[in-house]
């Protein structure tokens, strides 16, 4: 089978294997050979090597794996790549891999759809492989900012392309169904990695070995909840030392001491402790307690190499070898912990709004006439999508704490108030887009007070229209506020998710035309919404998907983010509201708390009602003659006025 063209293999993966969010890639600069430059992803073929973002947010959806072929040679690059599909292959993965025309390969990995992997335990994850693999070169996986890896298709620095393994189609299937959501726990179980510990939770959350909430049983008969069990096979090398001992051992350049002398099979550890853990960790996730590894690692049982690796290892030690394995497994118990604690976690639904405003209402009807007219005047415009963003945050704060002035709603509002209501905005952006829109003609709203002092600047919320547009109907509307998931999927695909989503439009045209985007704009939103597995699509038709925006902010920890940026805020409004007590305090002024009921002041003067009395029984004295013509040439002479038209 001849390999497909690389047009073809850049068109079809390029968007797929970039993070959800990023729509640039990072281009080769031949003269300084470095990715120094980005541009937008697009169908056509870059004529340079063009490399996808790993990370957004520092946690990423895709492992890389980069087989150098420069220090080790070809031949090391295939046997390493071809070890480690096995692996991965074992522990769920799909892959998709392409070879370079000097020799060197990559694997790609897609996780699961819904999950994603932080910056620090791919780390480790990544060291582990290194050790393993000795043409594997970590470096593209250890910068969380800057982090990239060239695309199959794309341009190769000495010439040629980069050639995908295997047909199209199996690549788009591997991207688009995804990995095993255990694969990263799988493929460290596999080496005999415990996770990294979590932080220390809250006193009241702790879990100690009495009050474990993802085990069941107690003493020696302790193991996992039958929910949180794996129920596939052992690994075959992991199986393997467990019946018999005999452990593979890793390259000589690896070996950190020497080995027994015999043949040499590169293998998955470094020393027995690392077999020992892997399949004890691999027991316990299957459901196994102590009692049972204790019975199974007897002598004459189904894993007696694992027992006979603990009785030498307590040959050298101050304790048994029944100590030894209880050890082992209250500590992987230990670090099961965090894994279950997430996976037991309240399901997150409507943790980031508070609640939906009914759309037939007043705030529903001035958001139809705001969004209207933000689509007609940043027709476009990449502004678009957060002016847009931003009328919906001021509609659900005039709702929350706004007030009714002759039935116009006004809503006074900080930046950072807004922001949050805006799929964690930056504040900066809010406050650019609110300064922008307030000015232009037919704007929704109209800056009635400045902010001073503690106070907030206000808005009301208008719908005078003066171009007649027609208002968004109000079926499409959802008052509530923006899902903080779109500031990792992309604001630019939220129009057309909530069309197919909330709307139940399945004709990809009829959502082009409701969105008001061109057909190919709108492909590539359903492109990457598909990808991200928030839509389907199912012959011509579109639906949603089986992953949510919630399941999306849990993968991210978008609560947590939330959670940080309301503190920042807090002590930031704290540190405001100190600056402006102090400021108060040199002028000789006493700070007046924000809650504070008006007090009238007492007369100044102890006859001030009889003189107000005495001025208000008399009409007020005749207006001054005004000299207008002197007026004007004062301002002429001072200002450099002109007059333009006449009265």
């Keep these: ?353 508070q609640g939906v405003i009914p759309a037939e209402g007043p705030f529903g009807h001035w958001l139809a006439y705001a969004l209207a007219w933000a689509d007609h005047e940043f027709a476009g415009s990449p502004g678009r999508w957060m002016v847009r963003d931003v009328l919906q945050a001021l509609a659900v704060k005039a709702a929350l704490a706004g007030t009714m002035n002759a039935g116009t709603p006004v809503v006074g509002v900080g930046g950072r108030s807004v922001s949050l209501s805006v799929g964690l905005a930056a504040p900066t952006t809010v406050f650019d887009v609110l300064r922008q829109i307030r000015e232009m003609y037919g704007s929704p709203i109209v800056h009635v007070r400045h902010s001073v002092g503690r106070k907030a600047d206000f808005y009301a919320l208008t719908t005078s229209n003066p171009s007649g547009l027609t208002p968004i109907p109000l079926e499409r509307l959802k008052v509530a506020d923006v899902h903080p998931a779109w500031s990792v999927v992309g604001r630019h695909h939220r129009l057309v998710h909530d069309l197919i989503v909330h709307t139940g439009m399945t004709r990809p045209a009829d959502i082009y035309a409701a969105a008001r985007v061109s057909a190919r704009t709108g492909q590539i939103s359903i492109a990457a919404l598909a990808t991200a597995g928030l839509v389907t699509r199912t012959g011509r038709a579109v639906g949603p998907g089986p992953v949510t925006l919630d399941d999306i902010a849990a993968a991210h920890h978008l609560d947590e983010a939330m959670e940080e940026r309301i503190a920042r805020f807090r002590r930031e409004r704290a540190a405001w509201h100190d600056w402006l007590a102090l400021q108060d305090q040199l002028r000789g002024v006493a700070a007046i708390p924000e809650d504070a009921v008006p007090v009238p002041n007492s007369p100044v003067f102890t006859d001030e009602d009889e003189y107000l009395a005495a001025v208000l029984a008399h009409a007020p004295p005749p207006a001054a003659e005004m000299d207008e013509d002197a007026a004007l040439d004062l301002l002429a002479d001072v200002l450099g006025a002109r007059i333009l038209a006449g009265a």
């Design 1 to 353: 089978m001849s390999p497909a063209a690389p047009a073809a293999v850049w068109k079809a993966l390029a968007r797929r294997l970039s993070p959800t969010g990023r729509d640039r890639v990072k281009v080769f600069d031949p003269d300084t050979r470095e990715y120094l430059k980005t541009r937008r992803i697009s169908d056509k073929l870059p004529t340079t090597m063009a490399a996808v973002y790993l990370y957004a947010h520092r946690r990423t959806t895709l492992l890389a794996l980069d087989f150098d072929s420069k220090t080790h040679g070809a031949a090391q690059v295939d046997r390493d790549a071809e070890r480690a599909r096995g692996w991965l292959t074992e522990c769920g993965a799909r892959i998709v891999s392409d070879r370079s025309t000097n020799g060197g390969r990559h694997l790609l990995v897609p996780l699961a759809i819904g999950t994603t992997a932080s910056f620090e335990e791919v780390q480790e994850l990544m060291r582990a492989l290194q050790v393993r693999l000795p043409s594997l070169d970590i470096k593209p996986m250890q910068n969380a900012k800057e982090g990239c890896i060239s695309v199959p298709g794309t341009p190769c620095a000495g010439g040629g392309y980069r050639v995908l393994d295997g047909s199209l189609d199996e690549a788009v299937s591997a991207l688009t169904e995804r990995s095993a959501p255990t694969l990263i726990p799988a493929l460290g179980a596999l080496m005999g990695m415990l996770p990294a510990p979590a932080p220390a939770p809250a006193p009241s959350a702790a879990v100690g070995p009495a009050s474990r909430d993802h085990t069941t049983g107690t003493g020696d008969d302790e193991r996992l909840i039958e929910a949180l069990r794996w129920t596939k096979p052992f690994p075959v090398d992991v199986a393997a030392f467990a019946a018999t001992g005999a452990m593979t051992c890793l390259p000589e350049p690896k070996r950190r001491a020497p080995r027994p002398k015999g043949p040499k099979t590169p293998g998955l550890w470094e020393s027995p402790s690392e077999a020992r853990m892997a399949v004890v960790l691999n027991a316990v996730l299957r459901g196994c307690s102590l009692s049972d590894i204790r019975t199974a690692s007897q002598p004459g049982g189904r894993w007696s190499g694992l027992g006979d690796s603990y009785r030498i290892k307590a040959q050298h030690d101050t304790r048994t070898a029944d100590e030894l394995l209880a050890v082992d497994v209250h500590k992987v118990f230990d670090h099961t912990a965090p894994l279950a604690r997430k996976a037991n976690s309240p399901a997150h639904r409507n943790n980031y709004t």
